[in-house]
């Protein structure tokens, strides 16, 4: 492709991505799946003090706009006026039902001062609030359906939610300040592999249970004896993504696009290239989409010379764009394969019909959980339909409640996570752990299909289960 077209490509694509972010933004206002939010009223470096950044609900960490009556709940709870904080914050889940923050507080607002067990979530809100109000809506269900049924052996749960922008030393200075508070019984997270990696070593040393439900890069298998997930490694998902390209698609060479700095991107990048070669398969060419020079069009151009047939996205969130640039200059004349990051509104907002046929690999998925309670009790709470990311996080906070159930104490819970006989049920099925910390699951492959009408996502374009 010659430069002068190579510009044309990108500029367009720069066009199409700022108007239909701008209209996604609108559509999904009000959208569970997964929601856009504009603004950040958070600082995104390691200057806000870490008690700014921890809130069971007098501080409103969500970026964004916040409705009076949010404020108004969140003031009241700092006053320890429960009463008045109830009131507003069920006013507030009126005008905007699928706030999983305004949930959490209301839950704890109702708990007062009376005895609870609390846990708290570990996000990056200030620099992805997508993922994180996801996450946040799996565990705020959890919450939910175990106070309304009477808690834990008779106590409610209490939940707090920190944001770790994703950034290792703050997810560390979070890990710390948790360790030291003994009513702090298990962490929901982080997101982010690098970011577990990190805050996993302060609370193995502080023992302190945390069960990630998104961190999947093979690192964090026998990483801790307190260290957890509930999504698959992606050890499980490259395997998945190898068989399919050589099996279903009977393709056998591949460029994968990755990120150099991101512990997941480099993880599911090298398993990938192991599981295509036991396919009988060859990884013919790496680009790194962290380099300040990469570009979409001359990459697919060295690809395609070098005799990829599929293109493999290892991408990580900071580099979803550049994934999607390579996504429409591509035009669907390669196959397209990718990891679970690329699922994500973005891919459908962008990329949309060149986006059309891809593959993902995800931990889970909606339509495949049709004999699950949970799909339609999410749908109630939130008004439509949920990721993985939201049934990952459930099943982190239903695994907490039942090791709280066996013994309500930081030890107790690591005891009983780590039992052989440990099992309970989540949104994916039964939930166990092996010695390595690592779930017993499965992976879904699903694709990108076009939908003329009934789009859940509002874009046109739906994630759906392969066939």
Do not use: C
Not at 1 to 21: D, Y
Not at 80 to 88: G, H, K, P, T, W
Not at 384 to 394: E, I, L, N, P
């Amino acid at each position: 492709m010659s430069q002068k077209n190579e510009t044309k490509v990108l500029l367009l694509s720069l066009v199409v991505t700022l108007g239909l972010v701008g209209a996604g933004l609108l559509l999904f206002k009000e959208q569970i799946f997964p929601q856009n939010q504009s603004g950040n009223n958070l600082p995104t470096t390691g200057n806000q003090s870490i008690g700014d950044r921890i809130s069971f609900g007098d501080k409103t960490l969500t970026p964004g706009e916040v409705t009076p009556a949010k404020k108004d709940g969140v003031q009241a709870f700092a006053d320890q006026n429960y009463a008045q904080a109830i009131a507003s914050l069920e006013k507030s889940l009126q005008l905007n039902r699928n706030d999983p923050q305004a949930r959490i507080y209301l839950n704890n607002a109702r708990i007062g001062s009376a005895k609870s067990y609390s846990i708290v979530a570990s996000v990056p809100l200030g620099t992805n609030p997508n993922n994180s109000l996801e996450i946040l809506r799996g565990i705020a269900q959890a919450q939910d359906t175990i106070n309304t049924s009477g808690g834990i052996k008779g106590v409610p749960l209490k939940v707090g939610i920190a944001n770790d922008d994703d950034n290792p030393e703050i997810s560390k200075q979070i890990a710390t300040n948790l360790v030291k508070n003994s009513d702090v019984l298990g962490v929901v997270g982080p997101n982010e592999s690098d970011t577990t990696l990190a805050a996993g070593k302060i609370y193995t040393d502080g023992k302190l249970v945390a069960i990630s439900p998104t961190s999947t890069s093979v690192k964090i298998t026998n990483f801790s004896p307190y260290i957890f997930r509930t999504v698959p490694s992606d050890f499980m998902a490259a395997r998945s993504l190898a068989n399919y390209m050589v099996k279903n698609l009977q393709k056998t060479q591949a460029a994968v696009f990755f990120n150099s700095q991101s512990n997941y991107s480099q993880s599911l990048k090298t398993e990938f290239v192991s599981s295509v070669s036991l396919e009988g398969g060859q990884v013919s060419s790496e680009f790194d989409l962290s380099q300040a020079n990469f570009s979409a069009a001359k990459s697919l151009e060295q690809a395609t010379r070098e005799g990829a047939e599929v293109l493999m996205f290892a991408t990580n969130t900071e580099t979803l764009d550049r994934t999607l640039q390579v996504v429409q200059v591509n035009q669907k004349q390669l196959n397209v394969l990718g990891g679970d990051v690329v699922y994500n509104i973005r891919t459908l907002e962008v990329a949309g019909e060149q986006a059309s046929g891809m593959v993902l690999a995800v931990p889970w998925h909606i339509e495949e959980a049709r004999n699950s309670e949970f799909p339609q009790k999410s749908r109630q709470l939130w008004g439509g339909d949920v990721s993985w990311r939201t049934a990952m996080a459930y099943d982190a906070t239903v695994a907490l409640i039942a090791a709280l159930e066996k013994n309500p104490t930081r030890s107790g819970v690591q005891q009983a996570l780590s039992s052989s006989d440990f099992s309970t049920t989540g949104a994916s099925g039964a939930i166990r752990f092996l010695p390595s910390g690592d779930r017993r699951s499965p992976v879904q492959l699903v694709t990108i299909v076009r939908k003329k009408t009934d789009s859940r996502s509002r874009t046109g374009y739906d994630f759906e289960p392969l066939p």
